[in-house]
Structures are given as structure tokens and as C-alpha cells.
């Protein structure tokens, strides 16, 4: 299965910049999905609860940093990095934008190139395992990049889907995931899967980790899903 790629919202009411946005993510290893307007945005981070959020200010009807407020007093939407596209260069403009909320300013016109490093840089903080870093939760190490896991020293063997089921709890140790979020996460939209598979799946990932010797570190939540600690 292949690993399930990092989502980008790009909300942008110009064809030719959305376009040129959505190539360029696309080429950087990202799903892209894409909306014309801050009403279509709003239902579209519902449906789709991506990673990231390239927002333009000027949008038709409902502002760009109207969405961005709306967004950011919302406890399943806050942590989602927003960065915000805008022909206002004024250090007022930039100031109300990151009041707002929004994680990074970008000025038009932009460098594609330089856009394109601040997005990875919000995905390293919000999704570290997709950028490859190194994780660590008390005796548990998974470095992303060689897909190795230890504990207490000891490699453990993970498959495809454990692998990325533990990347899943350990960026955000504490966080309770639901399974349809874990199918999402770890699977894809796009794929079908039972959310009894997550279950299955979860079970195995447990007795891996604890061949070492070490506690289940993985709990369970009655009716709400799967936490990390």
C-alpha cells in the first residue's frame, strides 16, 4: 500500500494562480484539493480535514481572513497551519493577518520556489513523519526517513500499516484519534477500508511494540478510538 500522501487546501478564486499553485504542490509529493471561495473552503476542511492551508485574503463573498477567524475558533481546525496569500504589503495587513490567526504571511507576487519551503516548513511542525524527521516518545524512536522503530535499543518490525499507524499517534502523543480519522490518515480517502481493519491493525501494532518487554504504550478510549499515552 502506498504511503498516503499530505493534504493541501488551496483556496484561490484566480484559474491561472490555482492552477499554478496546485502544479506545484502536486510536483512537491502533496494531494491537493481546491476551492474558489471561503464558503466552498469552509465545507471542503469538513470533508477533506487537510494538512495545510494555502488561503488568499481577497475572495469573493466570504474574505479570506474571515475563513482563517473562523477556522482558528474551532478546536478540530485550529491546529492546521493556514498560510496566507495576499497582495496587501503593508506591515498593518501582515499584522491583522497573523492576528488572525493565520501561521505565515506570503506576499504577492510570490516566489513559487519560496512558497513552496514554507509549506514544507509547516509540514515538518504539524507532520513531522511525512517530512521524514525523527520521532520520539519515551523508549520509542521512529526515524522516518530509514521507516525504523526502536525500543530500549531493540529494532522492532513493523509492516506498511503499522508503520504508518505509529508515525500517526506518535506526532501527536495524547491525541485521541477516532478510527475514521486513523482510516483517513493511514489509508487514504481513496481507498475503501472496514473501520473494524483499524482494530485489526491496531492489535498488531501492539504486539509488536511490546516484544521488547516495555508496556502497551498504545490505549484504548471506549467509543472514541485510539491514543498514544
Known amino acids: 500500500m502506498t504511503k498516503v500522501q499530505p493534504t493541501v487546501l488551496v483556496v484561490e478564486d484566480e484559474p491561472a494562480q490555482r492552477e499554478v ?10 494531494r491537493v484539493v481546491r476551492a474558489e471561495n471561503g464558503e466552498e473552503a469552509l465545507l471542503l476542511v469538513d470533508e477533506e480535514q487537510p494538512d495545510i492551508i494555502v488561503l488568499d485574503w481577497m475572495l469573493p463573498n466570504l474574505s479570506g481572513i474571515e475563513v482563517c477567524r473562523q477556522l ?23 499584522v491583522r493577518g497573523l492576528e488572525t490567526g493565520a501561521d505565515d504571511y506570503v506576499i504577492k507576487p510570490y516566489s513559487v520556489i519560496e512558497l513552496m519551503a514554507r509549506v514544507r516548513a509547516q509540514l515538518r511542525r504539524t507532520r513531522p513523519a511525512a517530512a521524514g524527521l525523527r520521532l520520539e516518545y519515551q523508549d520509542i524512536v521512529l526515524d522516518a526517513e530509514t521507516h525504523r522503530v526502536t525500543r530500549k535499543g531493540g529494532e522492532i518490525k513493523l509492516g506498511p500499516t503499522e508503520f504508518r499507524l505509529l508515525s ?20 487514504g480517502r481513496d481507498i475503501y477500508v472496514d473501520s473494524r481493519t483499524v482494530d485489526v491493525h491496531i492489535g498488531r501494532l501492539r504486539k509488536s511494540l511490546t516484544t521488547t518487554g516495555g508496556p502497551d504504550p498504545v490505549r484504548t478510549v471506549r467509543g472514541a478510538g485510539y491514543a498514544l499515552g
Do not use: C, H
Not at 491525541?175 to 482510516?183: A, D, I, K, M, T
Open 21 to 30: 499553485l496546485t502544479y506545484n504542490l502536486e510536483a512537491e509529493g502533496f
Open 72 to 94: 482558528k475558533t474551532r478546536s478540530d481546525t485550529r491546529s492546521v497551519p493556514i498560510i496566507m496569500l495576499s497582495a496587501r504589503s503593508e506591515e498593518l495587513d501582515r
Open 168 to 187: 500517526t499517534l506518535m506526532e501527536k502523543p495524547g491525541r485521541v484519534w477516532s478510527r475514521e480519522q486513523l482510516l483517513d490518515r493511514v489509508w
